[in-house]
């Protein structure tokens, strides 16, 4: 399996509920980030959260940390169909360099 | 919009066409990266450069040449590509190494013939 790797690859949710997305990774991290990128367009980002924070909130989104289980979630709580989109998590390793490696991404879809 | 621009946005050659790929970015960020992102498949770091000199190749083959002339324009010099090689090309800026998210271009849809 590859670093960043999302779980599930797809999700089809109402609106109004709550989506969640999991990676995981392999190596050591100073950082994780969550992007999300609207079909045939650039990431966007969404979130960072350090290797020494567990849990960080922005707006309608929380991202949680377990670096013990080389893993992370992120929840969007309340969804909107505005919130169809792919969503990827990225990690830079802890060694300093200039590499990001991301995930494969998990497609969301809310049904209006 | 992210400050990130890339030029053009859809792009179709022949196997046999010289093409180019720009990127801009006056966010006085540091580093700068092209990455690809086939269908169904993890977005693919191709190179990096910093501060104008390139930190990272990622076994990228030699039918792609960056260029980066200065800290706010890049360059991806394309030639004798193949149909494989269509994909979204995309481009991301970030102020320093390993310590601040990147900002992406709207990328180039790119397909070979």
């Known amino acids: 399996s590859q670093q960043g790797e999302e779980d599930p690859q797809a999700l089809s949710i109402q609106e109004g509920e709550n989506a969640t997305m999991n990676c995981s990774y392999k190596?050591?991290?100073?950082?994780l980030q969550w992007y999300r990128q609207n079909s045939g367009r650039g990431l966007v980002h969404l979130i960072l959260?350090?290797?020494?924070?567990r849990e960080k909130h922005s707006g309608r989104l929380r991202v949680t940390l377990d670096t013990s289980k080389k893993s992370s979630s992120l929840l969007i709580t309340a969804s909107r169909a505005a919130d169809t989109a792919s969503y990827f998590c990225?990690?830079?390793?802890?060694?300093?360099?200039?590499?990001?490696?991301f995930g494969a991404g998990t497609r969301l879809f809310v049904k209006a | 919009e992210t400050g990130v621009t890339q030029t053009p946005r859809h792009l179709v050659m022949g196997m046999t066409n010289k093409k180019s790929l720009k990127c801009e970015q006056h966010?006085?960020?540091?580093?700068m990266y092209w990455y690809k992102q086939s269908a169904k498949k993890p977005l693919e770091l191709m190179f990096v450069?910093?501060?104008?000199?390139?930190?990272e190749n990622n076994s990228v083959p030699s039918r792609f040449s960056p260029e980066c002339p200065n800290s706010s324009h890049l360059f991806l010099h394309l030639h004798t590509l193949q149909p494989e090689d269509s994909a979204l090309y995309l481009c991301?800026?970030?102020?320093?190494?390993?310590?601040?998210?990147?900002?992406f271009g709207p990328g180039t849809r790119l397909t070979v013939l």
């Open positions: 991301a800026s970030r102020l320093a190494r390993n310590t601040d998210t990147q900002y």
């Open positions: 190596t050591s991290i100073n950082n």
């Open positions: 959260i350090r290797s020494n924070e």
């Open positions: 990225a990690t830079d390793d802890a060694t300093g360099g200039f590499k990001t490696i």
């Open positions: 966010l006085g960020h540091n580093a």
């Open positions: 450069y910093s501060l104008e000199e390139r930190v």
